[in-house]
């Protein structure tokens, strides 16, 4: 079984500040854990992915995150927000062997100018 | 290179009607998933195909739902005696390898699909 949460609906920042969006997940062996990004009235990008190895991943649009395996985390985070970052944003993880990827409700981010 | 297409972008249809929704995947990619997301909610899994096969139908909610892919490119979700509960995104993803947990999947646009 696999079930992801992200604590937080919705999370407001100011541009030019640091940025964090919570992600954690359950899943049955190793995670594969990928962050998707849904902007307004268009399909879902892929943002990055943590397969193994280094657990700071770097990704599009200067995003990282990093996996934390004791406490089953992958917080996606931006060192400099900008206001075109408002958007919602998936974290969805997926089992070794699982065929499909397994969303959350999302949050959504708005970046105030 | 293109992406993920679908078509069409919105179907409006009365309760009953039958619909057929299509989707072609990045050329050359083996696996393609079907989603459904219903407003304020994240993605739910529908069917995946490997090829030309269907591998994984555990997502699709009852009979009414179908879904093929008879070339191992092209696929087409149909949905008949359409219902309002029946109303939501529906998203079609693509990704290069075969059965690959590790595989990115990159999405289409979806296509909006209202159930009057």
């Known amino acids: 079984a696999q079930s992801v949460a992200q604590p937080e609906d919705q999370v407001n920042v100011a541009e030019g500040n640091p940025l964090t969006v919570k992600c954690t997940y359950s899943?049955?062996?190793?995670?594969?854990l990928f962050w998707y990004v849904q902007y307004p009235n268009r399909g879902l990008q892929f943002l990055l992915k943590?397969?193994?190895?280094?657990?700071l991943v770097k990704g599009s649009y200067g995003f990282e995150a990093e996996f934390n395996k004791s406490q089953t985390s992958f917080h996606l985070k931006k060192p400099s927000a900008l206001v075109s970052d408002s958007a919602l944003y998936f974290c969805?993880?997926?089992?070794?062997?699982?065929?499909?990827?397994?969303f959350g409700t999302g949050t959504r981010l708005t970046v105030i100018p | 290179g293109a992406g993920v297409s679908q078509s069409p972008r919105y179907k409006v249809t009365k309760r009953g009607q039958d619909v057929a929704l299509r989707c072609d995947p990045i050329?050359?990619?083996?696996?393609l998933y079907w989603y459904r997301q219903a407003l304020g909610q994240g993605p739910e899994f529908l069917t995946y195909?490997?090829?030309?096969?269907?591998?994984?139908k555990s997502g699709l909610p009852n009979d009414r739902f179908s879904a093929e892919r008879p070339e191992g490119s092209i696929s087409t979700l149909t949905i008949q005696r359409t219902e309002q509960r029946d109303s939501a995104m529906y998203r079609c993803?693509?990704?290069?390898?075969?059965?690959?947990?590790?595989?990115?999947?990159?999405f289409g646009p979806g296509t909006r699909l209202t159930v009057l």
């Open positions: 993803a693509s990704s290069l390898g075969s059965s690959a947990s590790t595989d990115t999947q990159y």
């Open positions: 899943v049955s062996g190793n995670p594969y």
């Open positions: 943590y397969i193994t190895g280094d657990n």
């Open positions: 969805a993880p997926r089992g070794p062997g699982a065929n499909n990827l397994f």
């Open positions: 050329s050359g990619h083996v696996s």
């Open positions: 195909f490997n090829y030309e096969a269907q591998q994984d």
